[in-house]
């Protein structure tokens, strides 16, 4: 038997000036769309070019209402509908927490989609490109999920040595499921999406890095849920599933069945940029 961790207390909030508070999750999301957008801008004009680095430029303001937008709506829907019928102004209320990520997925769907079609912009290969970077702003999001001491894991075993007794966990040494998750969907669906990304027969095929991320992503949510405390509003849903395996079953067939369509472009679908 080993002798559980004790959760390291983090300050969930990074600066405070004056009445100024930078949390750490609000550093996630800022860090994942500024690296994101710079290495997309990199990415969109690698052959077959698909959008000018100006177009990327103006998606970042679309990209970040997409995840906004889509991840806390998708929070209300998904998590707690009765709750914010119950007192809607609290929907507004994003500093007290509460973001899907299949929300936020989307939102910034929709987002690509619309923005895309306004400006003659091929719609999957655009979405290959932020496909790529889109595991960055997961992992940085689950590592803001441990240091807030949040979404911590199931009772684990005894002999485990990285058990770890959260504050709000109750006396019970828990898996750290935030950093299994951050490890899935973060850096290792970023390394294969990276190394895909490198060769032009993959970026031939449109849909297929998106494909990837859908199916990638969905294995890592599900294995990863299997770890995870359920929401304790939520508890377990169907033979023993959470709702974020529910969510993810789908997208694990939508990647299945863009890699199967996915076939190499006939030509360029965007000039590429001077």
Do not use: K
């Not at 550093?27 to 969109?44: D, F, H, K, Q």
């Not at 993810?248 to 030509?267: D, E």
């Amino acid at each position: 038997m080993s002798d559980p961790l004790l959760f390291p207390q983090f300050d969930p909030v990074l600066i405070r000036i004056g009445p100024l508070a930078i949390r750490w999750y609000a550093l996630a999301y800022i860090t994942s769309l500024v690296i994101g957008w710079r290495v997309v801008r990199r990415l969109a004009v690698r052959a077959p070019a698909v959008a000018s680095p100006v177009q990327v430029d103006d998606f970042l303001t679309w990209a970040t209402l997409g995840v906004v937008l889509g991840g806390r709506l998708g929070y209300v829907l998904f998590y707690q509908p009765s709750r914010f019928l119950a007192a809607p102004w609290q929907i507004l209320e994003v500093w007290q927490g509460g973001m899907s990520f299949h929300g936020g997925f989307l939102g910034v769907a929709i987002a690509t989609i619309w923005f895309c079609r306004s400006q003659g912009i091929p719609v999957l290969g655009f979405a290959d490109r932020i496909a790529v970077v889109a595991p960055l702003g997961l992992g940085l999001g689950r590592i803001a999920n441990f240091i807030n001491g949040e979404l911590w894991g199931r009772p684990a075993p005894d002999w485990l040595p990285w058990a770890m007794i959260f504050p709000t966990g109750g006396p019970v040494a828990r898996h750290p499921s935030q950093l299994y998750q951050a490890l899935l969907e973060g850096l290792v669906l970023l390394v294969v999406m990276v190394l895909l990304a490198r060769r032009q027969s993959v970026r031939d095929r449109f849909g297929l890095l998106t494909g990837v991320f859908l199916l990638g992503y969905g294995i890592a949510r599900i294995t990863g849920e299997f770890f995870r405390q359920p929401d304790a509003f939520l508890g377990f849903l169907y033979a023993g599933a959470t709702m974020g395996q529910v969510l993810s079953v789908p997208m694990v067939v939508a990647g299945v069945w863009l890699i199967l369509r996915a076939r190499p472009v006939a030509r360029p679908a965007y000039p590429p940029s001077e």
